[in-house]
């Protein structure tokens, strides 16, 4: 483990930046967005809850889908720290998207949702009843999966394919690295995270951050949300609305008669992205009706020297550690990174 350390410490940059090549992309943690998705209807509703007051806009959905941020689209998430793009992509790909899902359900693919990091992993339904399946370039187990009724390979799935859903992600990162140019921490492309994540009927997730200081999470940016749901999907009647919080909080929600409420929930309707800040703003998802599914993911940064020296202080409580205990987290990064530990 020594050896490794000393690997990858003499892949530095000049700017602290470690460099890890991957071959898959695979959770760094467990700590996770939950979503669901909903229809396509004349109008998009989206309330707002504000310590003043309540009110809800309506969004006309009639443009076309061109998966891309507009320059609203980056003002909102610079300035705010959240966008909600409806209709991001057409629903031709929404049902192609969600009969990828079905199809990894129906072949055993999807696991139970679990909350916590590292050693504290652990299945709580009191806080989150949903499955998952991750996915991303090259991952072994996806590339030669049926999701038609023909046998899809690795440049053909709705995933692989040229335009598929990997270009979309990695046009829409590549726009994301802009909005900071001047920032040494560009996102990694190896190190993002994606998976499906599919709610039962009386699923949700109960309020949570994405990315917790002294933990790999921390690596996170910006976290993503699309939404796979039929157009059948009722806001109303199937609910699993997504809400954002917007009190500054962080897990917990502060005390009421020291700040208001103040959040909005989001129909997750087909198609619907939403953007985020990883470590600003805290999210649930609230009780869902029916089952729904959507595609989760977040962007994350470059590992620096400082990244690792926090990551010691969280595990070894207070400070770095030992050489052994260093060595041990930088090789479980890299397993992670490899796909070849999977802590979710």
Not at 168 to 175: F, H, Y
Request: overall charge neutral.
């Amino acid at each position: 483990m020594l050896f490794l350390l000393l690997l990858l410490l003499s892949s530095i940059h000049n700017d602290g930046d470690v460099v890890i090549s991957a071959f898959v992309a695979t959770p760094l943690s467990s700590v996770m967005v939950a979503s669901t998705c909903v229809s396509s209807r004349s109008s998009r509703r989206m309330t707002y809850h504000h310590p003043a007051m309540t009110t809800s806009i309506d969004q006309n959905i009639e443009s076309s889908s061109s998966s891309s941020l507009s320059p609203s689209d980056i003002e909102s998430l610079s300035t705010k720290g959240y966008v909600i793009i409806p209709n991001f992509i057409p629903q031709s790909l929404v049902s192609e998207l969600r009969q990828d899902i079905l199809t990894l359900r129906s072949l055993n693919l999807f696991k139970v949702a679990k909350i916590g990091q590292d050693a504290t992993n652990e299945l709580n339904t009191n806080i989150r009843i949903a499955e998952t399946c991750f996915i991303g370039r090259n991952r072994k187990e996806l590339t030669s999966v049926s999701t038609t009724t023909t046998t899809t390979t690795k440049d053909s799935s709705v995933r692989d394919r040229p335009g598929g859903l990997y270009d979309i992600l990695d046009n829409l990162r590549m726009t994301l690295d802009t909005l900071d140019p001047m920032s040494s921490s560009k996102l990694d492309i190896n190190l993002m995270e994606l998976l499906y994540v599919y709610y039962p009927q009386g699923g949700y997730y109960r309020r949570h951050r994405d990315a917790v200081p002294n933990s790999a999470s921390a690596l996170r940016k910006y976290s993503l949300l699309l939404y796979l749901n039929p157009p059948s999907w009722d806001p109303i009647d199937n609910a699993g609305q997504l809400r954002l919080h917007l009190d500054g909080g962080n897990d917990d929600r502060p005390p009421a008669n020291v700040v208001r409420p103040n959040y909005i929930d989001v129909n997750p309707l087909g198609g619907t992205l939403v953007l985020f800040k990883s470590e600003a703003i805290p999210h649930e998802v609230l009780n869902t009706n029916a089952e729904r599914y959507a595609l989760v993911g977040w962007y994350n940064r470059r590992v620096s020297v400082t990244d690792i020296g926090n990551l010691g202080v969280g595990i070894a409580g207070g400070g770095v550690g030992d050489t052994a205990r260093l060595a041990a987290l930088v090789l479980a990064m890299t397993l992670v990174t490899y796909g070849v530990v999977s802590i979710i």
